[in-house]
Nanobody
Framework: QVQLVESGGGLMQAGGSLSLSCAAS????????MGWFRQAPGKEREFVAA????????NYADSVKGRFTISRDNAKNTVYLQMNSLKSEDTAVYYC????????????WGRGTQVTVSS
């Protein structure tokens, strides 16, 4: 099975940018559709962005559309989330996740990385 490790979180002022990475090991990342999710304190985990195995298809939550960009480099076994124009409401723990098909549940999850946006 694949193991996922997120990195790149931190503290940023509103309006700034952060780039998250999700490194995969154990299996080739190209086997999986990938997603980013987030969970803010006291709230349920929510979908942020997803990308298919080839990287040709992406989709985003309305709340981040136009500000966040998901991408992947299968040769480096890494998925990225570029976050621009950050808002305080983007503060959350961000998780990457993997699934074997677009009809399947996300089965594999990383431990998350904290993103804090100060206003």
């Amino acid at each position: 099975q694949v193991q996922l490790v997120e990195s790149g979180g931190g503290l940023m002022q509103a309006g700034g940018s952060l780039s998250l990475s999700c490194a995969a090991s154990g299996r080739r990342l190209s086997m999986y559709d990938m997603g980013w999710f987030r969970q803010a304190p006291g709230k349920e985990r929510e979908f942020v962005a997803a990308i298919n195995r080839s990287g040709g298809i992406t989709n985003y939550a309305d709340s981040v559309k136009g500000r966040f960009t998901i991408s992947r480099d299968n040769a480096k076994n890494t998925v990225y989330l570029q976050m621009n124009s950050l808002k305080s409401e983007d503060t959350a723990v961000y998780y990457c996740a993997a699934r074997l098909a677009d009809w399947a549940q996300y089965e594999y999850w990383g431990r998350g990385t904290q993103v804090t946006v100060s206003s």
